[in-house]
């Protein structure tokens, strides 16, 4: 790797580590630097799963003041996480790719709509257990354990879009503000990341340069991705993780094509 390639996956690692705190698809910056570069996909992808857990643990230390209360919810949640990180990393090093990101855009795509509508949805999930005369569940019920689960798969196995699509699925369920919903975002997909780095390490073929460059740009990164988070409106939040899965969405479709 070449000076000039070096400070490119830096900064791409900066720049991942900050979108991924905020909102997540920080992978969309990363990978394809890695492959520019010249690692094979499955390399670039296991060496950037990786590179990207020290950014994830300082955006989720930035969030720690949202994350209070949240210390049962986050266990459960989290043992349902790892479960779903590791069946994703073992899918990666067992299974062909092409029906996997054929369906990918498609489920971003699903994710943005429940983004957009989650105000909508929780209020109506609200409703109707007033109306049922059920309690709201603490840590959002048997349909969001399986929807972290099925996400988690998917974070393991990939990652883009990964806190999109926990951020879509966690909103309408959970009875707590964006930022809380982000801050929790933030240590599950730590958790995703690091168990699918570990599985990687043992059984998958890593660039340690690249992990490196990506690490220290992440940690920076991840550190004014909470600054600037956790700042930010509820409604300007939500807005720039549509812009963020958009153009997930069209990274994805051209690189298959």
């Not at 670039?44 to 989720?60: E, H, I, K």
């Not at 998958?204 to 990164?221: E, F, K, R």
Request: net charge positive; aromatic share 4%; proline share 6%.
């Amino acid at each position: 790797m070449s000076p000039s390639e070096a400070l490119a996956v830096l900064a791409a690692g900066i720049g991942a580590g900050t979108i991924n705190t905020i909102v997540g698809s920080g992978t969309l910056i990363t990978f394809p630097v890695l492959l520019a570069v010249g690692l094979p996909p499955v390399t670039a992808n296991v060496s950037n799963t990786l590179g990207l857990v020290p950014g994830s643990l300082t955006g989720a230390i930035g969030y720690r003041r949202e994350l209070g209360g949240q210390r049962t919810r986050l266990l459960r949640l989290g043992a349902v996480c790892l479960i779903g990180g590791a069946s994703g990393a073992l899918l990666l090093v067992t299974l062909p790719s092409g029906a996997f990101n054929a369906i990918v855009p498609v489920l971003i795509g699903i994710a943005l709509v429940l983004v957009v509508l989650q105000p909508r949805l929780a209020r109506a999930i609200q409703a109707r257990r007033q109306r049922a005369g059920a309690p709201v569940p603490t840590h959002g019920g048997p349909v969001l354990l399986l929807g972290m689960l099925l996400a988690s798969a998917y974070g393991g196995y990939f990652g883009a879009a990964q806190g999109v699509l926990y951020l879509s699925l966690m909103g309408p369920f959970l009875d707590e503000p964006l930022q809380r919903v982000n801050g929790l975002k933030n240590v599950l997909a730590a958790l995703v990341n690091g168990i699918a780095a570990v599985f990687f390490i043992f059984v998958a073929h890593l660039d340690w340069a690249a992990v490196a460059l990506i690490a220290a740009g992440a940690t920076i990164g991840g550190l004014i991705g909470a600054r600037v988070g956790r700042r930010l409106p509820p409604t300007v939040l939500r807005a720039l993780i549509v812009v963020v899965g958009l153009a997930a969405i069209v990274q994805l479709v051209l690189r298959d094509r």
